[in-house]
């Protein structure tokens, strides 16, 4: 279950709440395409001739800036130099303005299997405030046009906890949002990330702050909603129609091997975790130079447990606490006792035979949850 992740650092607009690494100047587009496809050559021999790739995904960024020749010639690079199983995800992340229909035909003609778009919102107001560069309708027109150009493995980004938007709305769009042709959803909570324009606007008073009251709020709506239509809640984020997980994503989570490619791509190889410089100018020189464009950090034994305690309790399927004391010889059964019978009370966890899960509720706080159970 190992996976290729390639990071296209292009938007055309900056969403003012995004931190994460992207350029709006497609000055170096061509350059950045051609380092990537030279990255993809250099670092081949990340995973062994006989490991085999179940998922492939284009992120970023927005890949959908990308002209269908670009992509072709990435995944001509990755399919000429990996072991690309038969049946692997193809992701490709996308933006719903740049989804014509013909567009969408080629995606799929060369051979991109699912697509996650970001539409985060259909209320017109709302995406104008985050500076989406698309309204309401062609991000429903997209969803249309993708189902008519034959894509069946759909997902779609939403954002909750806007200040402005109210618990009827919020519920209201997520239904709509549900009743398109889509098999999964990744919904989060809009949140204050250092040196985001977003901080900016509230420091000048500007934009109001995300309140947690509201965003509890929305939460609950959404997992109650997903429920109610038979979907699965798998992971703090993530909502599906049964079984139709992200496997990309999975793979994450279960601590697979993993490479990433492009200007601040993460790749894990079991042992270390790599990250290519996040300025697009620098990666270029990197890449030119021959030099490694990446920073590497060795995992200890428990920075590896930490991780899984983290990843696995934002998953319904939980964390395995035979597995941590067979393996790693760490008991948190019995190490934190009174903090696993104190969220157990409140009910936020639930423990059963070795399994310890969150509830609903505790998914609220996973990350608070799984700290207070790190190895230091
Ligand atoms: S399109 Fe995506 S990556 Fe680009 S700025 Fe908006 S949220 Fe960030």
């Avoid at 992340?93 to 051979?111: A, H, I, Q, T, W």
């Avoid at 008519?148 to 769009?173: K, M, V």
């Avoid at 109001?208 to 997903?226: A, C, F, N, R, W």
């Avoid at 200007?263 to 030099?291: K, M, T």
Wanted: neutral net charge.
């Amino acid at each position: 279950m190992s996976g290729i992740y390639i990071h296209i650092p292009f938007c055309k607009k900056a969403c003012f709440y995004c931190d994460f690494h992207f350029s709006v100047s497609f000055k170096i587009k061509e350059k950045i395409i051609t380092a990537i496809c030279q990255e993809l050559k250099k670092r081949k021999d990340f995973f062994d001739s006989k490991e085999s790739i179940s998922s492939i995904y284009f992120g970023g960024g927005t890949p959908s800036v990308l002209s269908i020749k670009e992509i072709d010639e990435i995944l001509g690079v990755v399919y000429g130099h990996y072991n690309i199983e038969k049946n692997a995800e193809i992701t490709f992340e996308c933006n719903p303005d740049d989804l014509s229909k013909e567009y969408l035909r080629e995606l799929k003609f060369v051979g991109i299997n699912r697509l996650s778009i970001g539409i985060q919102s259909l209320n017109d107001e709302h995406l104008k405030w985050m500076n989406r560069s698309h309204d309401a309708c062609q991000a429903k027109k997209s969803i249309e046009y993708a189902a008519e150009a034959g894509f069946n493995n759909i997902t779609l980004d939403l954002i909750y906890g806007l200040p402005q938007l109210g618990d009827r709305e919020w519920s209201d769009s997520l239904k709509e949002a549900l009743n398109l042709p889509v098999n999964h959803l990744s919904a989060y909570s809009l949140t204050m990330e250092e040196n985001t324009p977003y901080v900016k606007l509230v420091n000048q008073g500007k934009y109001k702050k995300p309140s947690d009251e509201t965003s509890s709020g929305h939460y609950q709506i959404l997992v109650q909603q997903t429920r109610d239509l038979g979907w699965e809640h798998y992971e703090v984020s993530s909502f599906c129609k049964p079984g139709n997980y992200s496997k990309h994503n999975s793979s994450y989570w279960s601590g697979n091997k993993y490479l990433g490619v492009g200007p601040s791509a993460h790749s894990y190889d079991g042992i270390s975790r790599h990250w290519n410089v996040s300025n697009n100018q620098s990666y270029l020189e990197f890449i030119r130079s021959g030099n490694r464009s990446f920073e590497t950090e060795k995992l200890t034994i428990n920075n590896r447990m930490n991780e899984y305690l983290l990843t696995g309790l934002r998953t319904k399927w939980g964390v395995d606490l035979k597995l941590l004391s067979d393996k790693y010889n760490y008991n948190v059964a019995s190490i934190f006792e009174e903090d696993i019978k104190y969220w157990t009370s409140l009910n936020w966890l639930e423990m059963k035979n070795s399994k310890m899960k969150l509830t609903d509720k505790g998914m609220l706080f996973a990350d608070h949850i799984s700290s207070t159970l790190f190895m230091s």
